[in-house]
């Protein structure tokens, strides 16, 4: 199997890299916390590692060191391929290096192999109410997995701590090649009649890869939909770990719960709608401008006085800002180049590129925001929407399709590297008080 010599080989020099670093540094601070950090989400406190990613606040983000741009355009791909298969992308966040077409091909091979979904979470889907959320429903179907983890498995026979990571990427590859055909299965209980949910097929096509699998899988085998897929798969793949889908899983995983708990509890993270819901929510603020114009694209004044009557309301023009990015979002431009390619006439990508025009002129007024840029859910959903993926709340479901990819990497890596039980500790508020009142004191009186 292409990932278990690949990483082997590395872990030698890590552990011993880690390990010299905590012996000789361990003591080295490398952040301080104020009181409104603790009481703010611990926002910008550093104090987790990740080799994965890393949020460049002037490039973006950044997987394995590689800016989207360059993702983009150093992945292999086959010569009918303008984005490259999503394969190739797990193999650079797995091994840390990026592979030959060969190496890439061979994923999605492996793959294929592994992403059969056993019968028994269909049924358990198909019982619940036609109302659940997707969000719920992929949860659900990621934890029913449950029962077939290797890491269990092993565990429970007994194996050294030094192998915990094996097992960990035996039931990664097995989850993430299982998740097209269960989000396909849920997207298609959405949108099917009741007497139509046993005519479901989500069976992997052999000449498909991964993505082009789940855009077929959803019936939609428009080429120009496989390439977005692609495309939205490899941008929404990691984001360091600290974010709450991701932060979710590791600190689940650090339990050693294995993956299929670990990913069902960072899905239901990603289900808030301070996390994964911000792509709908962008969408239906911009099909909300465009009934207020009864379909029509407004001129520039009066897209410019509903930003501002939107903005004096109270609300938030969604997509618009970022914790940590100062610059427009490289993921956002990718999709907007796409678009640009792909669908340049469409009323709504046009509404998409007049609100680029103009929202960060006006946050810039504002004075208020240190980043007035559209992210990536500024024009995500307005791309599905073309395309006829438009049931909104499934939007956050192909999100968590793409987002497992980082974190499952995160968790080899971090079984590999025997990372800790996360145990942070807490203070009181009578605690927080005193303190203040101490560096006050002593602040006055030096």
């Given at each position: 199997m292409i990932f278990k010599d690949k990483v082997a080989a590395q872990l030698p020099v890590w552990r011993e890299r880690i390990t010299k670093l905590i012996r000789e540094n361990g003591r080295v601070k490398i952040d301080e916390v104020d009181i409104s950090q603790v009481y703010g989400g611990m926002r910008d406190v550093k104090s987790m590692v990740t080799d994965i990613s890393y949020l460049d606040p002037q490039r973006g983000i950044r997987l394995r060191g590689y800016s989207i741009p360059e993702i983009l355009a150093e992945l292999p791909k086959p010569k009918d391929m303008e984005i490259p298969p999503v394969g190739g992308l797990y193999y650079l966040l797995v091994?840390?290096?990026?592979?030959?077409?060969e190496e890439a091909m061979s994923v999605e091979a492996e793959w294929k192999i592994r992403g059969q979904v056993p019968?028994?979470?269909?049924?358990?889907?198909?019982?619940?109410?036609?109302?659940?959320h997707p969000m719920t429903l992929f949860s659900q179907a990621i934890l029913a997995l449950q029962r077939e983890s290797v890491f269990v498995r092993r565990y429970t026979e007994g194996m050294r701590?030094?192998?915990?990571?094996?097992?960990?990427?035996?039931?990664?590859?097995?989850?993430t090649a299982k998740l097209p055909a269960i989000a396909?299965?849920?997207?298609?209980?959405?949108?099917?009649?009741?007497?139509?949910?046993?005519?479901?097929?989500?069976s992997y096509n052999p000449?498909?890869?991964?993505?082009?699998?789940?855009?077929?899988?959803?019936?939609?085998?428009?080429?120009?939909?496989?390439?977005?897929?692609?495309?939205?798969?490899?941008?929404?793949?990691?984001?360091?770990?600290?974010?709450a889908s991701a932060h979710a899983t590791h600190l689940v995983a650090s339990t050693l719960s294995d993956i299929y708990y670990a990913c069902s509890a960072g899905m239901n993270a990603l289900a808030g709608p301070l996390?994964?819901?911000?792509?709908?929510?962008?969408?239906?603020?911009?099909?909300?401008?465009?009934?207020?114009?009864?379909?029509?694209?407004?001129?520039?004044?009066?897209?410019?006085?509903?930003v501002w009557d939107t903005l004096n309301s109270g609300k938030v023009i969604p997509g618009y800002g970022h914790a940590v990015l100062r610059r427009?979002?490289?993921?956002?431009?990718?999709?907007?180049e796409f678009a640009k390619k792909y669908l340049p006439d469409y009323d709504l990508f046009q509404l998409v590129s007049m609100v680029y025009d103009i929202v960060p002129d006006i946050l810039h007024?504002?004075?208020?925001?240190?980043?007035?840029?559209?992210?990536?859910?500024?024009?995500?959903?307005?791309?599905?929407?073309?395309?006829?993926?438009?049931?909104?709340?499934f939007y956050t479901v192909m999100f968590g399709v793409s987002r497992i990819l980082g974190v499952t990497a995160n968790a080899i890596w971090a079984r590999a590297l025997g990372q800790p039980l996360e145990r942070p500790k807490s203070v009181t508020t009578s605690m927080l008080e005193e303190i203040a009142r101490k560096v006050r004191y002593e602040t006055r009186y030096k």
């Amino acid at each position: 199997m292409i990932f278990k010599d690949k990483v082997a080989a590395q872990l030698p020099v890590w552990r011993e890299r880690i390990t010299k670093l905590i012996r000789e540094n361990g003591r080295v601070k490398i952040d301080e916390v104020d009181i409104s950090q603790v009481y703010g989400g611990m926002r910008d406190v550093k104090s987790m590692v990740t080799d994965i990613s890393y949020l460049d606040p002037q490039r973006g983000i950044r997987l394995r060191g590689y800016s989207i741009p360059e993702i983009l355009a150093e992945l292999p791909k086959p010569k009918d391929m303008e984005i490259p298969p999503v394969g190739g992308l797990y193999y650079l966040l797995v091994v840390g290096e990026l592979p030959t077409l060969e190496e890439a091909m061979s994923v999605e091979a492996e793959w294929k192999i592994r992403g059969q979904v056993p019968a028994y979470v269909f049924d358990m889907l198909k019982t619940m109410p036609s109302d659940t959320h997707p969000m719920t429903l992929f949860s659900q179907a990621i934890l029913a997995l449950q029962r077939e983890s290797v890491f269990v498995r092993r565990y429970t026979e007994g194996m050294r701590k030094a192998e915990y990571w094996y097992p960990t990427l035996e039931d990664s590859l097995n989850l993430t090649a299982k998740l097209p055909a269960i989000a396909a299965y849920i997207y298609n209980l959405k949108i099917k009649s009741p007497e139509d949910i046993d005519k479901i097929d989500v069976s992997y096509n052999p000449d498909l890869d991964w993505s082009a699998n789940f855009a077929h899988m959803i019936g939609n085998d428009n080429p120009e939909y496989t390439e977005l897929c692609r495309l939205f798969f490899i941008l929404h793949s990691d984001h360091e770990v600290g974010n709450a889908s991701a932060h979710a899983t590791h600190l689940v995983a650090s339990t050693l719960s294995d993956i299929y708990y670990a990913c069902s509890a960072g899905m239901n993270a990603l289900a808030g709608p301070l996390h994964g819901l911000a792509n709908r929510e962008c969408l239906a603020w911009l099909l909300e401008v465009q009934k207020a114009f009864d379909g029509n694209l407004p001129s520039k004044e009066e897209l410019e006085q509903f930003v501002w009557d939107t903005l004096n309301s109270g609300k938030v023009i969604p997509g618009y800002g970022h914790a940590v990015l100062r610059r427009p979002d490289p993921r956002f431009k990718a999709q907007f180049e796409f678009a640009k390619k792909y669908l340049p006439d469409y009323d709504l990508f046009q509404l998409v590129s007049m609100v680029y025009d103009i929202v960060p002129d006006i946050l810039h007024q504002l004075n208020k925001v240190k980043n007035p840029w559209p992210n990536v859910d500024a024009i995500s959903g307005a791309l599905q929407y073309y395309y006829g993926v438009r049931e909104f709340d499934f939007y956050t479901v192909m999100f968590g399709v793409s987002r497992i990819l980082g974190v499952t990497a995160n968790a080899i890596w971090a079984r590999a590297l025997g990372q800790p039980l996360e145990r942070p500790k807490s203070v009181t508020t009578s605690m927080l008080e005193e303190i203040a009142r101490k560096v006050r004191y002593e602040t006055r009186y030096k």
